[in-house]
Each structure stands twice: as structure tokens, then as C-alpha cells.
């Protein structure tokens, strides 16, 4: 008779941890720092398309590293889990703390009773109303939470990017130098670097994603930062730099739209209106009803109250 396999419970969970420890740091590093006007965050990520970094309320953002397909299950279930909330008592009462704590209960869960952990590390933001009040929480892949008093570095060389930080970051910087002091540290360990083999002085705008939760933006205050202003913001001197204002959260460059979609032959009048972009129709010649004014890009006109769910999902914030 053979003997059952066993291994302890110390040491089951010393292998998860460091198989979720090696997948983690297989990956680029992301930073998310305070400045002086808010939350920025920093991800070295040549996709255009594939974000790390999100937002998930009002003022509340998110930031991931580790496998796609895990933190974006996740990613989701917060944007779901802060509307439904907001719907059913007050948008006061979506927190970034209580995203956080609905986070690590999953983590930890999955850590304890699954074969595989998650191989994701996340990072919860909320920008307030004054610096003193903006919160930063850090969660690993096992359910660990971590208030964070001015940044958070996750992914890759964390450790090598987080002394680079210590040494330079200052509370209170205005957003160009927060920008500078950060990709200044991703860079340390970037492979697109020529320190590090690459072929760069400097990191390019093309392998960054930034984005910021702007507290001066009155409802909504999550705003990617990218094109023109991102380039100006890492240099100064480029030839964008007098075409570009001086605050990138507010540049209005224009987004591409996708062109709305034409009813099939005998559709019912007020589905699929071609006049009324991002609507189902009903206003104008085709519905008879009242006319719906498509959601500017910020979403702070002309939708509802609670028209996050939609934007957030398909990132059309950004």
C-alpha cells in the first residue's frame, strides 16, 4: 500500500507564495505616486490597448501588474462592486477603502482554498479633497493590505525602483516633476534604457502609461495623459511644448469617435438612430421622444447620475 502524499500547510503556502512571487516579477515595473494636485500613476507598458492602469469611481483609480487576464477579472468586479454600491446607498459611500478590504478578501481566499494563487499585485488610490486625505493601498497576492503614505511600486524590480524613490521623491511635487522623478525611477531597471541595454537615453512615451486622479476635476477625476502632453511633460524642450498647455489632465486633444451605426431596413423607428451618437435612438425625427445628449468624454454632462459603468468598462475615460 502506498503512502499518500503529504506536505504541510507551512509549506504549501510557502510554494504559492513564491510561485506568485516569481510570476509577479516576471513583469514591468508600475509606479503610483503622489503629487501636489493629486494621484499619478506611472506603468511601463508598450500596449496601447491592454491597461494597466484604470479607473474604478469617481475619484478612485486602480493599478496592476502581474497576469492580464487576472487583474482585469478583478479590475471589473471593483468598477461592478462601486456602482452597485453608489446605486444602492450614496456615491459617498464608495470608498477607496472599501474596494481595498473587497480585494483582499478575494485575494486571500483564492491564496488559501485554490491550487494556484493569483500571480497579481494591485494598488487602490483615492485622491480627497487635500493631500493629507489622499489614500494609497497595496495589496498582494495574499489578500496582504497596505496603507501606503506617499507611493507604491509594484512588479519587476520593485525593490531596486523603490530605493531609487526614497532617494528622490519629495511630497508636493507639481506633476511634471512627480512624472520626471518616477519614470527617472522605472528606468533604473527598464530594459528600453541604455544602462540596461536598451536603446534609449531615456524611457520613450511610447513604453509609459500615465494617467492621474486630478483632485481641481469636479467630478470625475481620473484622466490618461498621453500624445502631445505626455511627450511634453518628459521634455520640455520638444517642439509640442508651446503647442501643449501648461496642465496635461485638462488637454481637450480630440478623441477619435467611432462612427455610429445604421439601422437594418425596417427597424423600428428609435433603434439605432444614425443623427444620435452612443444612443438606442429615441429622440429626433426616428424615436418621437425626448432627445439624449451622448456623454461627453469626462462624463460631468449630460448623462445620469450613475453612468460610470459603461465608460469605466470600455475605458472611453481615457
Not at 488559501?112 to 485622491?127: F, I, N, R
Amino acid at each position: 500500500m502506498t503512502m499518500p502524499y503529504y506536505a504541510s500547510a507551512e509549506q504549501v503556502m510557502r510554494d504559492r507564495s513564491e510561485y506568485a512571487r516569481k510570476g509577479i516579477s516576471r513583469g514591468r515595473s508600475v509606479a503610483v505616486l503622489t503629487y501636489a494636485d493629486g494621484v499619478l500613476f506611472i506603468a511601463e507598458n508598450p500596449s496601447s490597448t491592454l491597461h494597466k492602469v484604470s479607473e474604478l469611481y469617481d475619484r478612485i483609480g486602480f493599478a496592476a501588474v502581474g497576469r492580464y487576464s487576472e487583474f482585469e477579472s478583478l479590475r471589473v468586479a471593483g468598477i461592478r462592486l462601486a456602482d452597485v454600491r453608489g446605486y444602492s446607498y450614496n456615491r459617498r459611500d464608495v470608498t477607496g477603502r472599501v474596494i481595498a478590504n473587497a480585494y483582499a478578501q478575494t485575494l486571500g481566499a483564492v491564496f488559501t482554498e485554490q491550487m494556484k494563487p493569483y500571480e497579481v499585485e494591485l494598488c487602490v488610490a483615492e485622491v480627497g479633497a487635500t493631500a493629507e486625505t489622499d489614500q494609497l493601498y497595496r495589496l498582494t497576492f495574499d489578500g496582504s493590505i497596505v496603507d501606503e503614505p506617499d507611493f507604491v511600486v509594484m512588479g519587476g524590480q520593485a525593490e531596486a525602483v523603490t530605493g531609487h524613490l526614497r532617494n528622490t521623491f519629495r511630497a508636493g511635487l507639481p506633476l511634471a516633476e512627480a512624472l520626471a522623478v518616477g519614470v527617472a525611477a522605472l528606468a533604473t531597471v527598464s530594459s528600453a534604457t541604455a544602462a540596461n541595454g536598451g536603446g534609449h537615453d531615456r524611457m520613450p512615451a511610447e513604453q509609459l502609461e500615465v494617467a492621474v486622479l486630478d483632485r481641481r476635476r469636479p467630478k470625475r477625476a481620473f484622466r490618461r495623459v498621453v500624445g502631445a502632453a505626455l511627450r511634453t511633460l518628459l521634455d520640455p524642450q520638444a517642439p509640442e511644448a508651446d503647442a501643449v498647455a501648461a496642465d496635461p489632465a485638462a488637454d481637450e486633444s480630440p478623441q477619435p469617435a467611432h462612427a455610429p451605426s445604421r439601422p437594418e431596413p425596417g427597424t423600428p423607428p428609435g433603434l439605432g438612430d444614425p443623427a444620435d451618437i452612443d444612443t438606442a435612438g429615441g429622440g429626433g425625427a426616428g424615436g418621437g421622444g425626448a432627445e439624449v445628449a451622448p456623454a461627453t468624454q469626462d462624463g460631468t454632462d449630460g448623462g445620469t447620475g450613475n453612468d460610470g459603468e459603461a465608460d469605466r468598462l470600455g475605458d472611453t475615460a481615457s
